[in-house]
């Protein structure tokens, strides 16, 4: 079966503190994986993605997320978060079919 | 910057009533994705088209939910009759169609029926 799973719902972290999103999934081949920001009011937005090569990929606004195939894993970092970080961040796999599955969302919140 | 473009972005509307949300994808993009939103079960696949062909509409209310693409710089997305539990914001999506190639989000189309 193809899914992604968010195992977190929301994470509150201070900023200026590091952050790790967790996403984990499930398929059959060599995974395409993104992560995705959605601001409020907003479509989603993509922050970085996976295909092949180099397990730590780097994306947009100081992102970097690492694919771990033994664990099934592509976890999301930032090393120091900012206030407008605050958003909610979609794991995604693209599967066969041309489509593109989703998790459920995290949602971040940044305290002061 | 190319950008999916959604109308209207706000929809208040009566049960009963017809909704026509309407998405310009990005051009040069062969696939279209319609998705719903909502608190309780987050980003639902509703139908998607590649080279303007639906390939799959499994996660629609086929009795009440259509989706099409008259041409290339259009995909529409009908609900008739309309029902307060269609209530949600409603994305379109395009992209190339490819593995490595990331969808690009509208800013949604948020409906209400009461």
């Known amino acids: 079966a193809q899914s992604v799973t968010q195992p977190d719902i929301h994470i509150t972290v201070s900023e200026g503190a590091s952050l790790e999103l967790r996403c984990n999934y499930s398929?059959?081949?060599?995974?395409?994986l993104f992560w995705y920001v959605q601001s409020p009011g907003q479509g989603l937005q993509l922050l970085l993605k996976?295909?092949?090569?180099?397990?730590l990929v780097q994306g947009i606004k100081g992102f970097e997320a690492e694919f771990k195939r033994s664990q099934s894993s592509f976890n999301l970092r930032k090393p120091s978060v900012h206030w407008s970080d605050a958003a909610e961040y979609f794991c995604?796999?693209?599967?066969?079919?041309?489509?593109?599955?989703f998790g459920a969302g995290t949602r971040l919140f940044v305290k002061a | 910057d190319a950008r999916v473009t959604q109308t209207p972005r706000h929809k208040v509307t009566e049960m009963g009533q017809e909704v026509t949300m309407r998405c310009q994808p990005i051009?040069?993009?062969?696939?279209v994705f319609w998705y719903r939103q909502t608190m309780m079960q987050g980003l639902e696949l509703l139908a998607y088209?590649?080279?303007?062909?639906?390939?799959?509409d499994s996660g629609m209310p086929k009795d009440r939910f259509s989706a099409e693409m008259p041409d290339a710089t259009l995909a529409t997305l009908k609900i008739q009759p309309s029902e307060p539990r269609d209530s949600a914001v409603y994305f379109c999506?395009?992209?190339?169609?490819?593995?490595?190639?990331?969808?690009?989000f509208g800013n949604g189309t948020r409906l209400t029926v009461t």
């Open positions: 088209f590649r080279n303007r062909a639906p390939l799959d």
């Open positions: 051009l040069g993009h062969n696939t």
């Open positions: 996976y295909f092949s090569g180099d397990t």
């Open positions: 999506a395009s992209g190339r169609g490819q593995e490595n190639s990331p969808l690009h």
């Open positions: 398929y059959g081949a060599t995974p395409y």
């Open positions: 995604a796999l693209f599967t066969g079919g041309f489509k593109t599955i």
